[in-house]
């Protein structure tokens, strides 16, 4: 007899695990899967911003985390050498916590897996999901297949959920996505001896990098997470970010001297990021979708392990709700669609207009130049950047026309 989960989920990242560890802990039965076998590394720049402190505090988590992390109290922005402020998160990231974190991720994940097994979900690792059972009724789905070590293997379950991240062999089974959504892509590396580290976030817009960023985010006393993020032109392929990693840190004069005696410990790697939410249907009768596989990522600072757990709490909250109520219908699963809508849709509006409009090296160097004269102004791109206010409300169209204008 095959055995049947309440919720199968396939993908053990933040997204995943944290909506394992909820389900679990209201006592439903959950099997988490995910192709890797853990602790795996995962590309990222392991930051943890004051949002996703935050939902860590609601989750009860954060002290967990936090014991292990690096903390951060501001943020530095660095457009140019007069260009360049660093911005503390008291008082300016109110009402969200003034705290950012730093965790390899290699950790963070497998901290929030272990929480999940320990709340009750049944992790398997090395299973590799390639397709969907068919349920009754036109689209159901009603559970996964795929392997593990090799072997096929089926997991049926009354819902699925996919928090697979920027991997989409899982959407283009769906036929749901044909191409790529990426459009960011971003590449990291650890450097041991790097000089100035400070608890806080760097930042770098600098015209080097456009379209795109840099960060230098410590990890511990004098090893650091470097890494680029690039956009994609639209209609063209994203170019690769590793060259520009690494000529950034050999040449630009805000970095040179701070790298000349640092040692790369690994290999850079690098990784696609998808920004795209909402650009297609993240649920269905039987299925829906969390974190990075609907597109939620920050499209400006490329975060998006906050939004990842967000999701996670609000899929959590209409699967409690659907499994209770005996029904994975459409109409039921998918009210969680409309809430992550209303959640994130305004906000991701406005951070696609800022990536297109305002996130070229001169209005970023005016903004910066104008944040360091008003607190006012800086306390605002803060919240813009965060996703906790909209850059079509926090200044008047004038504004940004002298912005814009330079
Ligand atoms: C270089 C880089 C730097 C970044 N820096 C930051 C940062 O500093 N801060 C931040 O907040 N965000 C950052 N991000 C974004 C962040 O990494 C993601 O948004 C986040 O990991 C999304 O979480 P998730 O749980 O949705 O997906 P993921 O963390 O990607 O987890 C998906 C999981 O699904 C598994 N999986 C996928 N397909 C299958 C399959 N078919 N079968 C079984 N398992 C499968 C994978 O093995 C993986 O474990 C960065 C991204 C990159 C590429």
Redesign the pocket.
């Known amino acids: 007899m095959v055995h049947h989960s309440d919720v199968v989920i396939?993908?053990?990242?933040?997204?995943?695990s944290v909506l394992a560890f909820l389900l679990a802990q209201k006592g439903w039965e959950v099997t988490l899967?995910?192709?890797?076998r853990f602790p795996?590394e995962?590309?990222?720049?392991?930051?943890?911003?004051p949002r996703?402190v935050a939902t860590l505090q609601r989750l009860g988590l954060y002290e967990d985390v936090a014991q292990r992390a690096f903390p951060v109290r501001a943020a530095r922005l660095y457009a140019a050498p007069h260009a360049d402020i660093t911005l503390p998160f008291h008082p300016f990231v109110h009402p969200l916590p003034p705290e950012g974190l730093i965790l390899p991720?290699k950790e963070l994940?497998d901290l929030l897996r272990r929480r999940a097994e320990e709340a009750g979900a049944h992790f398997v690792p090395q299973?590799?999901?390639?397709h969907f059972l068919p349920g009754q009724g036109n689209g159901t789905i009603a559970g996964v297949a795929?392997t593990t070590n090799g072997h096929p293997k089926e997991w049926p379950a009354r819902l699925t959920v996919m928090?697979?991240?920027?991997?989409i062999?899982?959407h283009k089974a769906m036929g749901i996505l044909q191409h790529p959504p990426h459009d960011v892509r971003?590449?990291?590396g650890y450097w041991r001896g790097v000089q100035g580290l400070e608890p806080r976030f760097e930042f770098f817009f600098t015209p080097e990098l456009a379209p795109g960023y840099g960060?230098i985010?410590p990890v511990g006393e004098d090893v650091a997470n470097v890494?680029v993020?690039v956009y994609a032109a639209p209609g063209t392929p994203v170019p690769s970010p590793v060259r520009r990693l690494h000529a950034f840190i050999a040449s630009h004069p805000a970095l040179r001297d701070r790298f000349a005696h640092a040692e790369l410990l690994d290999d850079v790697r690098?990784?696609?990021?998808r920004t795209d939410f909402p650009s297609h249907r993240i649920c269905g009768p039987g299925w829906l979708m969390?974190?990075?596989?609907t597109g939620?990522?920050n499209p400006v600072t490329?975060?998006?392990?906050?939004?990842?757990m967000e999701s996670a709490m609000l899929a959590a909250e209409a699967i409690h709700r659907a499994l209770e109520m005996g029904a994975i219908r459409e109409k039921v699963v998918c009210r969680y669609e409309r809430k992550l809508r209303r959640h994130f849709g305004r906000m991701f509006q406005g951070l696609r207009w800022l990536r297109k409009r305002v996130m070229r090296p001169r209005a970023v160097r005016i903004l910066i130049q104008r944040a360091a004269r008003h607190p006012g102004m800086a306390e605002r791109i803060m919240g813009i950047t965060l996703g906790t206010r909209s850059p079509f409300t926090a200044f008047l169209p004038s504004t940004w026309w002298w912005i814009l204008r330079g």
């Open positions: 396939v993908g053990a990242g933040p997204a995943g899967l995910d192709r890797a795996r995962k590309t990222c720049g392991d930051g943890l911003t996703a991720r994940d299973a590799r999901i390639t795929g928090a697979t991240g920027a991997s062999g899982l971003a590449a990291r960060w985010f890494g993020g690098s990784f696609p990021i969390v974190g990075e596989a939620l990522v490329g975060e998006g392990i906050d939004l990842a």
